[in-house]
């Protein structure tokens, strides 16, 4: 995929970029192409991203340790604020409670929007925490270990006699 020249995209028609995609991205291992539709529009102020995408993924199971095929369909949406941020980040700050408006993504307006990155990222959120081959799955059977009964060490043999002794 494209990366989006974001000033570019204002001339646009309707400010708006539509790709269709079926192809792989880096970093992710699919069985299938990610195949999909994203939609970016410039709205002023700030980027307006879509997409819609599907592909299917190899996954272990966290119980059985086998593994299974998971399709992976995603439908996110995002806005993007488009102002000069600085890359100095003050080690003050790296020390206080963070307010949830602080929590946006950001990008220079004359900059570029990273569509392959972008989509990426929101496969790999969308990748289950809990990855499970079936609901009943039972994991894996420990085969049972007979345990010889213990043995007793005839140095101690004195003692035992005399801890009998005791209790009787």
Known sequence: M????????????QQTEVISFNESIPG???LTPVQGQ???THRGGYL???AKAETIVTLMCHRCLQQ??????????ELIWL?????????VLLDRDIAAEDLLETLPPKGTFDTTTWLYEQLCLELPQR????????????ATVETPAPTI???????????DQLRG
Do not use: H, M
């Open 38 to 40: 994203l939609t970016v």
């Open 48 to 50: 307006d991203v879509s």
């Open 153 to 163: 060490d005839r140095r101690w043999a004195s003692l035992e006699t005399f801890k």
């Open 68 to 77: 299974y095929n998971y399709r992976l369909s995603i439908a996110p949406s």
């Open 83 to 91: 102002e000069e941020t600085t890359d100095q980040i003050d080690p």
């Open 28 to 30: 992710l291992e699919s």
């Open 131 to 142: 990855q499970l081959c079936d609901q009943a799955c039972q994991g894996i059977e420990l």
């Open 2 to 13: 494209d990366t989006i020249y974001i000033p570019q995209l204002t001339k646009a028609p």
